[in-house]
């Protein structure tokens, strides 16, 4: 056995190195995540694509004139919000 430094057996280092690969070979998530830092970019999108459809007028038809100008209101906000500032 060397009298300086780290010195392992190779039993000890074969089951170290087997532990990493059975981590990497069978991986198991540990927990979950959601990444959600897009999702402004994407709601700003998406509400001013739904109020050019508005605008069009077919797409929401059945629709009174206060539930347009609610729909409306509401999405003009969800555009121009800035978000977590």
Known sequence: MPEEGLWIST???ADVAGSI????????PRGWSIEVSG???IAKLISRIILEMVSMG???RHQDSDQLEELKGNLQTLASR????
């Open 82 to 85: 800035e978000w977590l500032t």
């Open 21 to 28: 690969r059975n981590q990497f070979v069978h991986f198991e």
């Open 58 to 60: 077919y797409a929401f």
């Open 39 to 41: 999702i402004p970019e």
């Open 11 to 13: 039993d000890e280092a």
